[in-house]
């Protein structure tokens, strides 16, 4: 008799065999013990009794996010520092002795330089410390700049920097050049910080108006100048709104050299040309530019011209033009001044009164005369007491007319 299909026979010895093995897996399985479960039971509540975090105020969260960007700030600065110096250098500069027009500009154009002289021995040597550390800080600070230069190989001139300024003739060698002095020369030994290398420049860097005092002082400070801007005045107060206007305007033009001249003691004489220039309003200072052009194998040219108003639009405009020489009127010769001449006083003696009439005396027994002339009016030393035999007088109208012409051709 056939089996249906799907028909199981519990007696199939197959069947048996797998029921025995389940049998033995089975017997052989063993659940968690109590202590595993116990230790599992601990660690969930020991999860749910652990205490929350506290949360932070928000103060508390900006002052560290400051504190990271802060810090990250400041090493970004001193990476992109690090960087400029890598890739700029260390801010000093290599002067060449034979390029004339930098050399120039270094020497007269009246920026601050502070140079540093080698030659063929110690040019590959290490500069000082003080210069490679605070070259970019002197020019922060100061509008200095640090430059290299050999100072004693010959310039287009023939002579050598150490020479035309009669510097030393071997290192060490350093000097700082400014407002279109002549250099001065400045020792490194024992300086070592940043603070006392400024303090040391500080002097030479300072801009001042002279007041010209003695005829050397006109030469030196002035007329011997590329350009220079004399303030003529007959009181303080003309001298003091000229100088409130173009001082703060100076420091913009190192180049130039203002002088005062107090025309009441000085007389300049000028020429016609340059005097049609002259503002024709009275009773301020007079404020002039007076330019010099060095000729190369020749002699020197002047010329000048005149503020027209002294005001701080114009005075910039003036000195532009005078740092420039734009346009000046020529002038045959450097001016010069001189002390003005004083004029005797014209002193008329006094007419003696003419004495009363009286009865003749008896007549003296007669005496003999004693050497020597007697003043009937006064004696000479009472007379020179009183008043001086010469000093300043005011001049008559015929000689207001002539100073009258000479006013109209000096300052």
């Known amino acids: ?55 932070t105020s928000w103060k508390q969260q900006a002052a560290g996010w400051f504190f990271i960007v802060f810090i990250c700030g400041v090493g970004f600065v001193s990476f992109l520092f690090t960087m400029s110096d890598v890739i700029v250098g260390n801010g000093i500069v290599q002067l060449d002795v034979q390029d004339t027009a930098k050399l120039k500009a270094v020497l007269f154009g009246g920026e601050p330089w502070l140079v540093y002289c080698v030659n063929q021995d110690t040019e590959n040597y290490r500069l000082p410390p003080v210069l490679e550390e605070n070259a970019r800080s002197l020019w922060r600070n100061l509008g ?19 020479q035309r300024f009669k510097l030393n003739l071997k290192p060490p060698l350093s000097f700082v050049v400014a407002n279109g002095n002549k250099p001065r020369t400045l020792g490194l030994t024992g300086i070592s910080k940043g603070e006392d290398l400024e303090k040391r420049l500080r002097p030479a860097l300072a801009l001042e108006i002279v007041r010209i005092d003695a005829l050397k002082q006109w030469t030196g400070s002035c007329t011997s100048r590329r350009s220079c801007v004399v303030i003529g005045h007959k009181n303080q107060a003309q001298r003091d709104t000229a100088t409130n206007v173009l001082k703060p305007l100076h420091s913009s033009f190192r180049a130039l050299q203002m002088v005062t001249l107090d025309t009441s ?53 003036f000195l532009q033009a005078c740092l420039d020489h734009s346009s000046p009127v020529a002038l045959k010769a450097s001016p010069k001044i001189k002390a003005r001449p004083s004029k005797p006083k014209k002193v008329t003696p006094p007419t003696p009164k003419a004495p009363k009439a009286r009865a003749a005396p008896a007549p003296a027994p007669q005496r003999k005369a004693k050497k020597g002339s007697v003043d009937q009016v006064g004696s000479r030393e009472s007379l020179e007491s009183e008043e001086p035999l010469f000093e300043a007088v005011e001049e008559d109208e015929e000689e207001e007319e002539e100073e009258a012409e000479e006013d109209e051709v000096e300052l």
């Open 144 to 162: 200095l700049s640090v430059g290299v230069l050999k100072c004693w190989e010959p310039t287009s001139s023939g002579r050598s920097v150490a």
């Open 265 to 317: 003691f000085w007389q300049l004489k000028l020429e016609d040309g340059l005097m049609a220039t002259r503002n024709k309003e009275k009773g301020g200072a007079d404020v002039l530019c007076l330019t010099r052009e060095d000729v190369p194998g020749g002699n020197s040219s002047y010329g000048g011209f005149f503020l027209q108003s002294l005001d701080a639009g114009s005075a910039k405009v």
């Open 1 to 55: 008799m056939g089996k249906k299909a799907g028909y199981i026979d519990p007696d199939d010895e197959r069947l048996k065999v797998g029921q025995k093995q389940l049998v033995e897996d089975s017997a052989k399985w063993k659940g968690p013990s109590h202590k595993e479960r116990q230790q599992e039971r601990e660690i969930k509540k020991a999860m749910k009794n652990r205490a929350k975090p506290e949360k």
